[in-house]
């Protein structure tokens, strides 16, 4: 039988006048990998806060895995924000950061038993060696591998990701991937991430969920992320660097 | 040089100066990782308009000032939070009108002023036993706060993450707003409403310099807090200056000397 992990119905929020989501349903099963892709100013990240409870809709329900996200317990969902909403200045140190993950708050100290849990995640997303590095010194994209870690150390449920390859380049990129992939075989969760990247999305995701406001599309991967939809959507069909000529053609 | 510590009032003196650097070296990281060093500054002139008040009601000025910090700190964190003002901006409006308050209810007080100049630039050497249960009780506070010290760090590293979490992330700012409204009201009789935002801002400063850790800048800034109020009323005693300029004077010799180790061999 399949279980719906998350279930958004009838979703509306503004902002003043603006309305940043209108009347967004979709039902999500369980250990299915999703990306919503959308213009910039499409709603994704607002969806995101919606989901977790951050953000109440003005009209609508969600629930994760039958629940609203208030009531479920610490560690079934996990977050990786994008990499801007942190303050840089904070002094920490990459390991902490993971720790933090473990105990939802900021650890003045590490015992063993986090430590020991922190280097195995860490390992997996290939930054246990920065661990006693202050996080400022880490490039964009070790500091989204440091943030997977985190989202990874308890063994969510269900992973919600915002914009996670952002700074990586092409090989983090791709190893980033893998770690959602593998990690998403091994545990049966149900990944749920915002990206720009179609070609990401069309390799690696189950279903894609085209958002701008609304629900242009939603369903598996290879016919949601079409190039006649990216047309559709964005005014281009997704090869950013094709010709002139052949952007016209 | 020791015999000053026998005398009463000098007693009283670091006695008050300790506890007001344990509770400047458990708030001011916090005001500093979240920008708010302005807010020390802007909280000490809110409590000269309190101890106007306290003056022009012919009671006892800091128990005046105390609350009218409190409400001052409250109206700032509820502007901040309800409008899209940066938090100086709040600052800043709070800070005119207590400050024009302070000075119309001095104005229209029958006596003179002049008592209230030693609150601007403040005399360690006036704390009475009654400003020491006032700064007790506040220390006390601060004690019951410790537990609250790992999900106010998470907040303060990211609000968003905090939040997730299901901590109270508003109402922590406006109780770590309040805790600080009183730090600075009790500070104000020991280095004056002029020189008050230094113990919160100076030594955090310096500690951050020092630190790739959270817990670490807390430590430094507990270290150069009470050294600077340990040297600073020494110095204060022996050249027979005011004690609250000596203490901030410390201060800003240690936050020189971190910068130039800052330069030479950063924290990585």
Known sequence: ?249 | MIEFISLPLMQRAFLGGLIIAIMASFYGPFIVQRRLAFLGSGLAHAAFGGVALGMFLGKDPLLIAIPFTVIVALCIAWVRSHTDLEADTAIGVFFSLSMALGVLFLFLREHNASDATMYLFGSILALNKNDLYLSFAALLGCIASLPLWGRWAYATFDETLARVDRHPVIRDEYLLLVSVSVLVVISVKIVGILLVSAFLVIPAACARLLSRRFIHMMGWTLLINIGGVVCGLGASYLADVPSGPAIVLVQSAAFGLAFVKHRLAPIQ
């Open chain 1, 1 to 249: 039988m399949t279980v719906t992990a998350i279930e958004a119905h009838d979703i509306t929020v503004g902002f003043g006048e603006v309305t940043a989501l209108q009347g967004v349903s979709f039902s999500i099963s369980e250990g299915s990998f999703t990306a919503i892709i959308g213009p910039n100013g499409a709603g994704k990240s607002t969806l995101l806060k919606v989901l977790l409870g951050l953000l109440p809709p003005d009209r609508g329900a969600v629930s994760m895995l039958g629940k609203h996200a208030e009531a479920l317990a610490r560690g079934v969902v996990a977050y990786v924000p994008q990499k801007k909403t942190f303050a840089g200045q904070f002094p920490a140190t990459v390991l902490e950061l993971v720790v933090s993950g473990i105990i939802g708050a900021w650890p003045w100290r590490i015992p063993a038993l986090h430590r020991k849990r922190a280097m195995d995640v860490m390992e997996r997303t290939g930054v246990s060696r920065l661990a006693d590095q202050s996080i400022q010194s880490l490039s964009g994209g070790e500091l989204q591998r440091v943030f997977l870690a985190r989202s990874l150390v308890n063994t969510p449920r269900i992973l919600l990701l915002d914009e996670p390859a952002a700074g990586m380049d092409i090989r983090g990129e791709a190893a980033m991937y893998h770690i959602l992939c593998d990690y998403q075989e091994e545990s049966g969760a149900t990944v749920m991430m915002i990206t720009h990247d179609w070609e990401g999305a069309r390799c690696h995701a189950d279903q894609v969920l085209l958002l701008d406001r609304s629900v242009v599309a939603f369903g598996p991967a290879q016919s949601v992320a079409s190039e006649e939809r990216l047309l559709a959507l964005f005014g281009h069909r997704g090869h950013v660097h094709e010709t002139h000529r052949e952007a016209k053609a």
